[in-house]
T-cell receptor, first 113, second 109 residues
Framework: KAGVTQTPRYLIKTRGQQVTLSCSPI?????VSWYQQTPGQGLQFLFE???????NKGNFPGRFSGRQFSNSRSEMNVSTLELGDSALYLC????????????FGPGTRLLVL | KNEVEQSPQNLTAQEGEFITINCSYS?????LHWLQQHPGGGIVSLFM???GKKKHGRLIATINIQEKHSSLHITASHPRDSAVYIC???????????FGQGTILTVHP
């Protein structure tokens, strides 16, 4: 099976712009979770999608949003970018059982100038 | 206080040494993950535990639910084990993970 793919891998934006990141989960996985990793805050949960519905959301401002499509692919969007949004954005796909392992994608590294 | 605490934050070892990384958490959990992250960012899931002990090659993970504590052991450490090891806990049935701050492991030849 192919792993989790994320596009793009690297992105440079300027303050005030918006960005959309994409995640394609492992075939058969219907849940996708998004995480932000920064040197200061470490890894933090953004949101989780299952069957096109957001089922959990972390403590991030409304500028961070996401969606999931019927094929389980997911996108996250950050509007009005701030310098502090510079981070590695990771998605993880998993099966919907309580004990499902999460499989992480390679991440999208976003730099906001 | 963070919900998930790891110790030590930094660990340096000589090749062949036995290594232990500890993780304590303060909430009731449904599962605990041990993750490995190499420079460049990619995260690999090493173990997912809800009770007892698991072993994979030179890696062993244990969890004590009553004490809210887990350990990751590496036997006969090797320079290729150098990475950041992250403990993460899951509460309930949903996918949200809460992470420890990570342990930076460096193994010298």
């Amino acid at each position: 099976k192919a792993g989790v793919t994320q596009t793009p891998r690297y992105l440079i934006k300027t303050r005030g712009q918006q960005v959309t990141l994409s995640c394609s989960p492992i075939s058969g996985h219907r849940s996708v979770s998004w995480y932000q990793q920064t040197p200061g805050q470490g890894l933090q949960f953004l949101f989780e999608y299952f069957s096109e519905t957001q089922r959990n959301k972390g403590n991030f401002p409304g500028r961070f949003s996401g969606r999931q499509f019927s094929n389980s692919r997911s996108e996250m969007n950050v509007s009005t970018l701030e310098l502090g949004d510079s981070a590695l954005y990771l998605c993880a796909s998993h099966q919907t059982t309580r004990f499902g392992t999460q499989y992480f994608g390679p991440g999208t590294r976003l730099l906001v100038l | 206080k963070n919900e998930v605490e790891q110790s030590p934050q930094n660990l340096t070892a000589q090749e062949g040494e036995f290594i232990t990384i500890n993780c304590s958490y303060s909430v009731g959990i449904s599962a605990l993950h041990w993750l490995q992250q190499h420079p460049g960012g990619g995260i690999v899931s090493l173990f997912m535990l809800s009770s007892g002990k698991k072993k994979h090659g030179r890696l062993i993970a244990t969890i004590n639910i009553q004490e809210k504590h887990s350990s990751l052991h590496i036997t006969a450490s090797h320079p290729r084990d150098s990475a950041v090891y992250i403990c993460a806990v899951k509460v309930g049935d949903y996918g949200k993970l809460t992470f420890g701050q990570g342990t930076i492991l460096t193994v010298h030849p």
